[in-house]
């Protein structure tokens, strides 16, 4: 019987408990419930800021970076993933007097019934709010009227690049986001205590990134006789090209082209369709290659430093073929004048016509030598030359323009 009576109290007890658990979820349930029949009601106005004493509402933002997919140098342009996070106080959603939560979280369809300032990102292309499966927003209200606002965003934004150094260069790429309608006077930007944070071994295929800073970039516009300031802020990202890729693609093969071209001031100079056929395909090789290397690349209108490679390297192989041109010349030119020379004598007596001077024919053979012995120790040296000075200038040369930046 003892069993029994403590068995029956142990399910009264339990039963007792389940009733108080659903009482207060009931309860917890109809609150919630009258906490958006009072506080969004009709007299709240999402379409008015919130603005205390005359004071402009103060959004404070942050920015998690997710990933920055793709750098474009023909469009001038990069995509980026990121969380935005916006914060400010709305005195009219302020709860604590009324209600226990710690805080309220909306749903994606009561969002819009709340103010939200009019954030907009000034060089922005393309940009989508993500929305699998939902929108991938969400709204937190707090008992004091805080309003923390958060949402993902991929987009691409224009990014202004100076290709002089290309590809040996730095860029930096920005993001500035300004209220579009609202002056300082109803609304201000300020960064949060910690403005930016960016996903652990973020990298890039062809950049690698530095540094990312903030900065405020609050504007003025002129209208008619009177002028209007719109809050800004703005990011500023470092990234380095990594240009081991086109060392490997670009300079090595063009450099063993240039070399290939000095082969034929080692060959002999009867031996003329060799020649001729080296320096055709090492020319015809070598302006492919500056085609290709240039072809996903802007048409800017300065010189940069691919431009200089590429025009040079073209500039020894297309070198290399006039000399053979003026080797044959000068292997040729006395034989030439004694023909001239002796074209009266084929009229009168073509046998002594017929008789050749050997003294003459080694002579201009040996000046044709001798301009392929000069070319073997001269067009390297140069080259050679070309490289130190190349290197040394685009490797520790900083644009006037970056150096502004």
């Not at 933002?61 to 995509?79: A, C, E, V």
């Not at 929305?131 to 004091?144: E, F, G, I, Q, S």
């Not at 000095?262 to 060959?267: I, P």
Request: hydrophobic letters at 40%; proline letters at 4%; a neutral charge.
């Amino acid at each position: 019987m003892k069993q029994m009576a403590a068995i029956m109290q142990m399910t009264c007890f339990i039963l007792v408990l389940f009733c108080i658990l659903l009482e207060s979820k009931a309860s917890n349930f109809s609150k919630r419930h009258e906490f958006f029949d009072v506080i969004l009601n009709e007299d709240y106005d999402p379409r008015i800021p919130p603005m205390h004493d005359g004071n402009p509402v103060l959004n404070t933002i942050q920015l998690y970076i997710l990933g920055i997919d793709s750098i474009s140098d023909s469009t001038m342009d990069f995509k980026m993933s990121f969380f935005l996070r916006q914060r400010w106080y709305d005195d009219r959603l302020a709860y604590a007097e009324r209600f226990n939560f710690s805080k309220v979280e909306l749903d994606n369809r009561v969002m819009s019934k709340v103010w939200i300032p009019d954030l907009y990102i000034k060089n922005e292309k393309k940009s989508e709010v993500h929305a699998v499966t939902v929108p991938n927003k969400l709204m937190h209200l707090y008992p004091d009227g805080l309003v923390v606002y958060s949402m993902r965003v991929t987009g691409t934004f224009s990014c202004q690049m100076y290709l002089q150094k290309y590809p040996l260069d730095q860029q930096t790429c920005s993001m500035q986001m300004e209220s579009f309608g609202y002056s300082t006077d109803t609304l201000t930007f300020q960064w949060n205590d910690v403005p930016l944070l960016t996903k652990p071994n973020l990298t890039l295929p062809q950049f690698s990134i530095g540094h990312v800073t903030n900065h405020t970039c609050d504007i003025t516009y002129s209208n008619g006789n009177s002028t209007v300031t719109f809050t800004c802020l703005g990011i500023d990202i470092e990234m380095s090209r990594s240009y081991g890729y086109y060392i490997i693609q670009v300079y090595v093969p063009s450099f063993l082209i240039v070399c290939l071209s000095w082969v034929s001031f080692w060959l002999n100079i009867d031996a003329v369709p060799a020649r001729i056929s080296l320096g055709l395909l090492t020319v015809l090789t070598m302006t492919t290659q500056s085609s290709g290397a240039r072809a996903t690349l802007p048409r800017v209108s300065y010189i940069k430093a691919i431009d200089v490679w590429m025009a040079t390297c073209l500039l020894f192989v297309f070198t290399a073929l006039i000399e053979f041109s003026i080797v044959n010349v000068k292997a040729r030119v006395q034989q030439r004048r004694l023909s001239l020379n002796k074209l009266p004598l084929l009229i009168h007596n073509k046998e002594e016509a017929n008789v050749e001077n050997p003294e003459i024919t080694k002579k201009s053979r040996d000046n044709a030598r001798r301009v392929d012995k000069i070319s073997r120790i001269l067009f390297p040296t140069a080259f050679f030359g070309f490289n130190i000075i190349y290197w040394t200038v685009y490797v520790l040369w900083i644009p006037e323009n970056q150096l502004h930046n």
